[in-house]
């Protein structure tokens, strides 16, 4: 999972002093070295994740939620269940349908890039009269990152159902996930498995129809379609800055027409 290499990073995701901005994308703001990171082979770093998150989040509606890698990490870190409640409770997740949660390994939040590995924690909402349901993807074999994972849905447990005694019967399932092939793209694998569900999301498959987006997630991530994401990200990105720069070189000649 990275041994050797830079670290996936934690979720601090803060930016570099005295890099330079490339873009400004909602709250994220993407710096010159992660479209290295793009390049490869390279560990993807929080604000990639954040971005891509925000990116597919653009007319989703409220019933999916796509959470920065930031927010997870903090709510599985926080001292008592008082601080978790305190911190989720605008994110309305007993509410939602579906929220993808971006897992990150980092022991310690105060050593940046700490973290070796990247997972999804998906809780899934759409399976009703059963009740909701935590299913993990991991891109590694042996599932590494599960009990962080697990962690994770033990502290959001108890804010999905009233009843003390149906704590427990929300579980946390393996899903699907194609293996990755090296050491480096685990970051890039919770961005397909993403991209994937919400794809099966917009086409209706969320709603009262039933099922889950396992199959989505078989037919459209493996290891050719992580290695091509990477350049599409860095197209997407390139696109973004462009269509900001015309944008504001649009309304800067606005500008001087209204003054002549």
């Not at 940046?112 to 759409?126: A, K």
């Not at 990755?180 to 569900?197: L, S």
């Not at 999301?201 to 459209?220: I, P, Q, S, T």
């Amino acid at each position: 999972m990275g041994k050797g290499s830079r670290p996936a990073s934690t979720s601090t995701g803060g930016e570099k002093k005295g890099e330079e901005r490339v873009l400004s994308h909602g709250d994220v703001v993407l710096i010159r070295s992660d479209l290295a990171i793009l390049r490869g082979p390279r560990f993807i770093n929080d604000r990639i994740i954040a971005f891509y998150f925000a990116h597919l989040s653009a007319g989703l509606g409220d019933d999916l939620l796509l959470l920065p890698p930031s927010i997870p990490y903090l709510l599985s870190n926080l001292p008592d269940p008082a601080s978790v409640a305190a911190v989720a409770e605008p994110l309305r997740l007993a509410s939602r349908r579906l929220v993808l949660l971006p897992v990150n390994d980092n022991p310690d939040a105060s050593v940046p890039e700490g973290g070796s590995h990247w997972t999804l924690l998906v809780l899934d909402n759409t399976t009703s009269p059963s009740g909701p349901r935590f299913v993990h993807h991991d891109s590694i074999r042996g599932a590494p990152n599960l009990p962080i994972a697990s962690c994770l849905a033990d502290a959001l447990r108890p804010l999905l159902l009233q009843s003390d005694s149906r704590r427990g019967a929300v579980p946390v399932v393996e899903g699907p996930t194609p293996r990755q092939p090296n050491g480096y793209d685990c970051g890039v694998y919770v961005m397909a498995i993403a991209r994937a569900i919400c794809g099966w999301w917009k086409n209706g498959h969320g709603g009262l129809r039933g099922g889950d987006w396992f199959e989505a997630v078989r037919r459209e991530v493996d290891a050719d379609s992580v290695k091509a994401m990477r350049g599409e990200l860095l197209q997407l990105i390139t696109t973004l800055i462009q269509d900001k720069a015309n944008a504001s070189s649009t309304s800067e000649g606005n500008k001087t027409s209204n003054t002549d």
